[in-house]
């Protein structure tokens, strides 16, 4: 196999095929550290890639399999910086770098199986492979903002569907750490299937104990992407600190006489890190579905938090239940929203057991009395503006949710034995921030009016009793007899 030479880019072989490289001319390549050695780069150095090199990259993508080898596909190379200016306006992924490939297949052609995307999809993973071969960076592009706007914007016609982006450039660093993969035993099978499938649905009662255990361990072992704190939730955890829990700001002298507070399944503990960190004088410990979780929330807390394990079936000498009757807060934070329904009264009654008698359970939750149920409808409608798939709705990243009814949730802890001492309700409308970061590959016409409807629903949020009725989030503080 060689290189293709781009100065032959204009000339056409007689029979006006590709035949593709010369024997022996392309530089010899480990195949296997390519398969392996490739990651999704989205930093990148500014400077630009020579034409040649793209052309090679994208000539590697014309040699894939396509369905019945009809290659009803069309790349456009966009390398002219102020083009790619205008992407980056449908999407801040096309922001990143010098190049981006648009990728488009035949609209209707061949769709029985989808094998339309299939074929483009063989096409952006020879790309991608290629130009690691190269030493360059690719990452995938599915969110794309509006792709009608940007098939018109590159001039492709409308028979043309564009399938992706593929973004292009010199790598700004090396070496990023490859995210983890699910072992292959268990997404491998030989004859029969003989796995149990993590549920694509968000609703809890389809999963398992087991399988949210080994979901969010996965999602936590992976990387998780969305691991950052968004501004709207922290300021609604303080103000619920402030509201609920006012003491136990400042550190004690004596560690010996902090007090005991325990977080219940933090999953990424993006809120238990805050919460040690507004909270000095409290010693933090956790609890969880799996020890690797533990431990990555347990590495987010100072001073670092012990680790226990929930439901019993995750326990042993190594990772034991928490010490009954020992805390003096035990929290849990929007977490029973992704439970089964049925299980959440027994998650309740443990977290009464590990109080001591007189201590505080800190309930938070997304209650199903508010705007949340909406948002939610908008979504998975799909069909809100620009086809953005995540509307003003919370990431369902860690796995199932459901928003919960306040009267059921009261109900329960008065069952549990708890004696509920305060209520608040957050939020009433999609705060400021949320909406400029769920907007935010949205067009710019669609952003004002966007803008113009948030800067109305906070004038709305100011209605008096409105937060604690329609408040988003729900916290309360119960107080164990
Ligand atoms: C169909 C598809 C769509 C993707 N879309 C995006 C995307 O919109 N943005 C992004 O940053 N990465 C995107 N990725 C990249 C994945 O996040 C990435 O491949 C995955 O995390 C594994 O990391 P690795 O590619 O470094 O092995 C996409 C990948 C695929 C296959």
Same mark, same amino acid.
């Given at each position: 196999?060689?290189?293709? %030479?781009? &100065? %032959?880019?204009?000339?056409?072989?007689?029979?006006?095929?590709?035949?593709?490289?010369?024997?022996?001319? #392309?530089?010899?390549? *480990?195949?296997? %550290?390519? +398969?392996?050695?490739?990651?999704?780069?989205?930093?990148?150095?500014?400077?630009?890639?020579?034409?040649?090199?793209?052309?090679?990259?994208?000539?590697?993508? +014309?040699?894939?399999?396509?369905?019945?080898?009809?290659?009803?596909?069309?790349?456009?190379?966009?390398?002219?910086?102020? #083009?790619? @200016?205008?992407?980056?306006?449908?999407?801040?992924?096309?922001? *990143?770098?010098?190049? *981006? $490939?648009?990728?488009?297949?035949?609209?209707?052609?061949?769709?029985?199986?989808?094998?339309?995307?299939?074929?483009?999809?063989?096409?952006? &993973?020879?790309?991608?492979?290629?130009?690691?071969?190269?030493?360059?960076?690719? !990452?995938?592009?599915?969110?794309?903002?509006?792709?009608?706007?940007?098939?018109?914007?590159?001039?492709?016609?409308?028979?043309? $569907?564009?399938?992706?982006?593929?973004?292009?450039?010199?790598?700004?660093?090396?070496?990023?750490?490859?995210?983890?993969?699910?072992?292959?035993?268990?997404?491998?099978?030989? *004859?029969?299937?003989?796995?149990?499938?993590?549920?694509?649905?968000?609703?809890?009662? /389809?999963?398992?104990?087991?399988?949210?255990?080994?979901?969010?361990?996965?999602?936590?072992?992976?990387?998780?992407?969305?691991?950052?704190?968004?501004?709207?939730?922290?300021?609604?955890?303080?103000?619920?600190?402030?509201?609920?829990?006012?003491?136990?700001?400042?550190?004690?002298?004596?560690?010996?006489?902090?007090?005991?507070?325990?977080?219940?399944?933090?999953?990424?503990? +993006?809120?238990?890190?805050?919460?040690?960190?507004?909270?000095?004088?409290?010693?933090?410990? +956790?609890?969880?579905?799996?020890?690797?979780?533990?431990?990555?929330?347990?590495?987010?807390?100072?001073?670092?938090?012990?680790?226990?394990?929930?439901?019993?079936?995750?326990?042993?000498?190594?990772?034991?239940?928490?010490?009954?009757?020992?805390? /003096?807060?035990?929290?849990?934070?929007?977490?029973?929203?992704?439970? @089964?329904?049925?299980?959440?009264?027994? $998650?309740?009654?443990?977290?009464?057991?590990?109080?001591?008698?007189?201590?505080?359970?800190?309930?938070?939750?997304?209650?199903?009395?508010?705007?949340?149920?909406?948002?939610?409808?908008?979504?998975?409608?799909?069909?809100?503006?620009?086809?953005?798939?995540?509307?003003?709705?919370?990431?369902?990243?860690?796995?199932?949710?459901?928003?919960?009814?306040?009267?059921?949730?009261?109900?329960?802890?008065?069952?549990?034995?708890?004696?509920?001492?305060?209520?608040? =309700?957050?939020?009433?409308?999609?705060?400021?921030?949320?909406?400029?970061?769920?907007?935010?590959? !949205?067009?710019?016409?669609?952003?004002?009016?966007? =803008?113009?409807?948030?800067?109305?629903?906070? @004038?709305?949020?100011?209605?008096?009793?409105?937060?604690?009725?329609?408040?988003?989030?729900? !916290?309360?503080? @119960?107080?164990?007899?």
């Amino acid at each position: 196999m060689s290189s293709p %030479d781009p &100065q %032959d880019r204009p000339k056409k072989a007689k029979d006006d095929l590709d035949h593709g490289p010369e024997p022996g001319s #392309l530089e010899a390549t *480990n195949f296997w %550290d390519v +398969i392996y050695g490739r990651r999704s780069v989205r930093r990148f150095r500014s400077d630009p890639i020579p034409r040649e090199l793209t052309d090679k990259v994208m000539h590697a993508g +014309i040699w894939a399999p396509s369905s019945c080898n009809y290659q009803m596909w069309d790349v456009v190379a966009v390398d002219d910086p102020e #083009l790619n @200016a205008e992407l980056a306006q449908l999407s801040t992924q096309m922001g *990143n770098a010098p190049v *981006n $490939l648009v990728i488009s297949y035949g609209r209707d052609f061949s769709e029985e199986g989808s094998a339309n995307i299939q074929s483009a999809s063989a096409m952006i &993973q020879n790309m991608s492979l290629a130009a690691h071969a190269l030493g360059l960076g690719t !990452f995938w592009i599915t969110q794309m903002g509006d792709n009608e706007k940007l098939r018109e914007r590159v001039g492709l016609p409308y028979d043309r $569907l564009v399938i992706a982006v593929l973004a292009l450039g010199y790598p700004d660093k090396d070496g990023t750490r490859a995210p983890g993969r699910r072992p292959l035993e268990r997404v491998t099978h030989y *004859n029969q299937y003989a796995g149990e499938p993590i549920p694509s649905s968000t609703n809890p009662a /389809d999963w398992t104990p087991q399988l949210l255990a080994l979901y969010q361990r996965a999602r936590v072992l992976n990387g998780l992407r969305h691991n950052k704190p968004r501004a709207w939730e922290v300021r609604a955890l303080e103000t619920m600190l402030e509201q609920l829990v006012p003491e136990g700001i400042e550190k004690v002298e004596d560690d010996g006489q902090a007090q005991h507070w325990l977080d219940v399944l933090p999953c990424n503990g +993006i809120l238990t890190e805050r919460l040690s960190r507004e909270r000095k004088g409290y010693h933090f410990d +956790i609890v969880e579905r799996s020890p690797e979780v533990a431990a990555f929330v347990a590495k987010r807390t100072r001073p670092r938090a012990n680790p226990f394990g929930w439901p019993e079936s995750a326990q042993d000498e190594d990772f034991p239940a928490p010490e009954a009757g020992k805390y /003096d807060v035990v929290s849990c934070l929007f977490r029973l929203e992704d439970i @089964a329904p049925g299980d959440r009264s027994a $998650l309740i009654a443990d977290m009464h057991s590990w109080l001591r008698p007189g201590g505080r359970l800190i309930l938070g939750y997304v209650s199903r009395k508010s705007f949340h149920q909406t948002t939610e409808s908008l979504r998975k409608r799909r069909g809100g503006p620009g086809g953005v798939e995540y509307v003003l709705s919370p990431d369902p990243n860690i796995g199932p949710f459901e928003a919960l009814a306040p009267k059921e949730v009261e109900g329960m802890v008065r069952g549990a034995g708890f004696a509920i001492e305060q209520s608040i =309700g957050l939020q009433a409308v999609p705060q400021a921030e949320e909406i400029e970061f769920r907007t935010r590959n !949205f067009s710019g016409r669609t952003k004002k009016v966007v =803008g113009l409807i948030a800067g109305t629903l906070a @004038a709305f949020e100011k209605l008096p009793g409105l937060q604690k009725t329609r408040g988003r989030f729900r !916290f309360l503080a @119960a107080r164990k007899a």
